[in-house]
């Protein structure tokens, strides 16, 4: 896809619908906590400790991320983002509920919103990017909330996501069960396109097995909802559902004892927010001020000059 453009095949409206309902559930989808806990270790490659960072959408990404994440930046403010300003409340409840020890005493460094401006040393936004109506628009927003020399931490899903039971609705010539989703190389265009700097890309494939098709589409329904533009527009019937349950044993695989098995590609992504760069005219004249302070956040020049 062309890094000015969202996923051709994700329908906008729909997605937007779903961004912002209420989250119907208080525990977060397992896959989510899991790519959580793997994105996790990742930080341990950061040499820089946040003072304030910002959990995207904590419901969904991981309410138990969220404790981890406080016991590895004990002395660090966190803020809590909900699309609904009822999930951020809710959001806010549990964790204050079911981790009173940890929190109790710092309860007023748990705050709601953004925070100023450009002022978070970390953004940690998990499984959120593909599905969002506006990724762009998205990615300008965490750029914004980062101050200069902060980073973001983010994961979603890559395009070989549930490519089995894509051809399990291929074969049955039923309309895709899923949008599009994102290459990782593509991300990293349009982290550059929002501002950020040297962004590191990589990626893994998770197999998940399930003992029969029943539970397979359970989960599918934890993670998310089909958001392709083309999708079928109606209501389906008993007929079919008993037709999708046959097709789903197609599933099955020896290797995995005959349990069901489903491949979920996730990409992970860091970047940078870098000192702006200056726009030069022909004639462009810069203070000595502003050229110790540019010089001196590039740790380019010594305390004197």
Known sequence: MSPVSRPPSLDPVAAARWLGRPAPSLISPWLHEEVASRMQERLDFITLQPQQWVHWEPLSGGVAAHK?????YPNARAWLVCEQAENALAARSLMARN?????????????????????????????????????QALLRAWHQA??????????????????????VYERAGWPQPAHEFTDMHDWGDMLVQAGFAEPVMDMERITLTYASPESLLAELRELGRNLHVNRFAGLRGRTWKRSLLSALMALARPEHD?????????????????????KLASKTEIGLDQMRHMLRSSGGMPDKL
């Open 146 to 167: 980062l101050s200069v020399n902060g980073f973001l931490m983010f994961s979603c899903f890559g395009p070989d996501t549930l490519r089995e039971l894509r051809q």
């Open 68 to 72: 981890s994440l406080v016991q590895r």
């Open 258 to 278: 005959g349990r069901l098995s489903l491949s979920f590609e996730i990409v992970y992504g860091h970047a940078l927010k870098p000192q702006p760069r200056l």
């Open 99 to 135: 981790w009173w020890q940890v929190l109790a005493w710092r309860e007023q460094k748990q705050q709601l919103g953004l925070p100023s401006e450009s002022s978070a040393d970390m953004l940690w936004a998990n499984m959120q990017l593909h599905g969002h109506p506006e990724p």
